[in-house]
Nanobody, 121 residues
Framework: QVQLVESGGGLVQPGGSLRLSCAASGSIFSINAMGWYRQAPGKQRELVATITSGATINYTEFVKGRFTISGDNAKKTVYLQMNSLEPEDTAVYYC???????????????WGQGTQVTVSS
């Protein structure tokens, strides 16, 4: 079993900051990548940022310069520092991880339950 537990969402004013965290636990042999996706009401889930175990980072265009993703391999945790938040950033943010379990032969995709981020005055 693998679990991804997110924390750090909430309500913030435009221009404010939030830091999201996601910790992976369970029967984990190896983590290939972790990251964040988001889904706004009425829209499809979209990529925000990912980081590989080798620290290769990918950001979607609309968060470059505002969001920073980082990871702690030893803690199996990924963070998303979000600055200069805009109302358009309002969404449920989902943690993602590509994990190989003990006894497994392949990597699989795992998701957290999501944490709400609301940017409003």
């Amino acid at each position: 079993q693998v679990q991804l537990v997110e924390s750090g969402g909430g309500l913030v004013q435009p221009g404010g900051s939030l830091r999201l965290s996601c910790a992976a636990s369970g029967s984990i042999f190896s983590i290939n990548a972790m990251g964040w996706y988001r889904q706004a009401p009425g829209k499809q889930r979209e990529l925000v940022a990912t980081i590989t175990s080798g620290a290769t980072i990918n950001y979607t265009e609309f968060v470059k310069g505002r969001f920073t993703i980082s990871g702690d391999n030893a803690k199996k945790t990924v963070y998303l520092q979000m600055n200069s938040l805009e109302p358009e950033d309002t969404a449920v943010y989902y943690c993602y991880a590509r994990i190989r379990q003990y006894g497994g032969l392949r990597y699989g995709d795992y998701w957290g339950q999501g944490t709400q981020v609301t940017v409003s005055s």
